[in-house]
């Protein structure tokens, strides 16, 4: 886990950096203020809410649930990805099948 999120943040900024220069590049010279104020609050509003609502269930519920809730989460998607599945490697292989064909 550690490893995945060193990972995310050093390629953070290079997706910051992609995201700005592909607005540049597409956007005519007039309206590119216009469209990066629009693509930063479409950015920065989720990430406003999630933090309000984050500090919502801090009060109401204590950090030591949210933690737990976290760490069980975490947990239950790390197994399930881990864990050999012929679902998945039904999936995979139709994958393959619709590639060649």
């Not at 760490?71 to 599945?85: E, H, I, K, Q």
């Amino acid at each position: 886990m550690l490893g995945g999120v060193g990972l995310f943040g050093v390629s953070l900024p290079w997706i910051v950096v992609g995201f700005t220069t592909l607005l540049q590049r597409v956007t005519p010279a007039h309206l590119q203020g216009r469209v990066y104020a629009a693509a930063s609050t479409m950015i920065t509003v989720p990430q406003t809410i999630s933090i309000a609502r984050g500090a919502g269930l801090v009060t109401a519920l204590g950090y030591r649930i949210l933690l737990t809730t976290a760490a069980v989460v975490t947990a239950l998607a790390s197994g399930y990805l881990l864990r050999p599945s012929a679902d998945r490697e039904r999936v995979d292989r139709g994958a393959h099948a619709t590639d060649e064909g």
